[in-house]
């Protein structure tokens, strides 16, 4: 080991950093030290009975617990540990109370820090001024501190001694503050980390919000390929009537202006939630429901989709999640038809009192009968919104139809 490698800790920036950490521990342990002289001295002091010192002990140190076991105490140490001794700790879980292993390693943490804390700084107020002291002697500097004292073997003749031994005491306290940071570093997780309930925990809200995020995911793809698709055939509906029929050039303008206002908004909302979702809780986004299905179909038929429409039952008895993705399974639907269907499409949806059972049909395109199994119709986000709802879908060529037919239950939605 050459002497460089050796003296590197006592001139890392690691060190002294930790050993502020130390110091920190002993600033906080000095209430408790007032406490310890105080309680000392009524003990010795006959003119004080003992069993008001002894009940006035016992509150103290309940009281003096107390800030051992509090979840914001465990907060603040993982603060002073990521920042001052580099350890990368995770924040306790958002709403998660600490249980008892958590709160008993946290006490045994931060009951550690404040003893070693409280001996760094004795020493740093004991040791350090000596050393200095040893020192500067040799250099004709404070010699009444030291000539008419001994120091063990020592006295105030040998200074060349006591200069080694100030060194000494110095490289010591250096070496003692950078092992006591290390083993800080090496027992903070063990202490500080994570409970398995709090990791359980993590994994879940970490789950939520990846699902939250691939939701938000799906309604931007149906929601922005819808507009898209709406305004594709309006526009080539226009072109081809541009020189004949001004009017409804004029409308299929309007209808693709709305479209794509419609897909800004609801891009710049998505993509503003999934930056909320990015790094703090779950932001629920505001859904269209069934009770939008109109707008939907009159949509749909402005973009020369001819629709037939049919529905049973109140739209508002049906629970929120199943309305909603009820109306992205028909805005999907919709979609494909006019993307590769042929001739109009039937529009069915019965609400019952248990269930919601939807049904949409239209004739094959020419793709679709060139290539029926091809799965260019937005299937994986239908399927994935079914199975979600714990429900039935059957969905494919029927002869010379393509039917999407679901049943979602409202039993695993409530």
Do not use: C, K
């Not at 890392?12 to 050993?19: E, I, L, N, P, V």
């Not at 069993?51 to 140190?61: E, H, I, N, W």
């Not at 429409?309 to 109306?327: H, I, K, L, N, Q």
């Not at 639907?333 to 609400?351: E, I, K, Q, S, Y």
């Amino acid at each position: 080991m050459t002497l460089r490698a050796a003296l590197a800790p006592l001139v890392a920036g690691s060190t002294w950093r930790r050993g502020v950490f130390l110091l920190l521990g002993g600033v906080l342990a000095l209430p408790y030290g007032v406490l310890a002289v105080t309680f000392a001295q009524m003990l010795t002091d006959s003119e004080i009975p003992r069993p008001l010192v002894y009940v006035l002990l016992v509150v103290a140190a309940l009281i003096a617990v107390v800030p051992l076991l509090l979840d914001g105490s465990r907060a603040l140490e993982i603060a002073a540990v990521r920042a001052l001794l580099g350890v990368d700790l995770p924040d306790p879980a958002p709403g998660h109370r600490g249980d008892r292993e958590s709160r008993l390693r946290s006490a045994l943490w931060i009951a550690t820090h404040l003893i070693v804390g409280a001996l760094v700084m004795t020493a740093l107020f004991s040791a350090l001024p000596m050393a200095l002291a040893f020192i500067a002697q040799q250099f004709g500097v404070g010699d009444e501190l030291t000539s008419r004292e001994r120091f063990g073997p020592l006295d105030g003749r040998d200074s060349g001694w006591l200069t080694l031994a100030g060194v000494a005491l110095l490289v010591g306290l250096g070496y003692a503050v950078a092992g006591l940071g290390a083993l800080a570093v090496s027992m903070a997780p063990v202490l500080l980390g994570p409970a398995q309930a709090e990791r359980i925990a993590a994994l879940e809200a970490r789950a939520t919000r990846l699902a939250e995020r691939n939701r938000l995911a799906r309604e931007l793809h149906d929601s922005v390929g819808h507009a898209l698709t709406v305004a594709t055939l309006q526009a080539g509906a226009a072109r081809e009537v541009l020189d004949t029929d001004p009017e409804f050039v004029r409308r299929a303008l309007t209808a693709i202006e709305d479209a794509g206002r419609t897909a800004m908004d609801e891009l710049d909302h998505v993509l503003g939630l999934l930056r909320e979702t990015g790094g703090g809780r779950p932001s629920v986004a505001p859904q269209r429901t069934l009770a939008d299905l109109d707008r939907l179909v009159t949509d749909a038929r402005a973009a020369g989709l001819t629709v037939h429409d049919s529905r049973a039952g109140d739209p508002t008895a049906v629970p929120a999640v199943v309305s909603r993705e009820g109306y992205r399974i028909v805005q999907e639907g919709l979609t494909n038809a006019a993307r590769h269907g042929h001739g109009p499409v039937t529009l069915r949806l019965d609400l019952h009192p248990d269930a919601l059972e939807l049904e949409m049909e239209n004739a094959l395109g020419r793709q679709r009968r060139s290539d029926p199994g091809r799965g260019g119709r937005g299937l994986d986000g239908i399927r994935e919104r079914v199975l979600l709802l714990g429900g039935r879908l059957t969905v494919g060529p029927d002869g010379d139809r393509w039917l999407v037919r679901a049943r979602l239950p409202y039993e695993d939605a409530r």
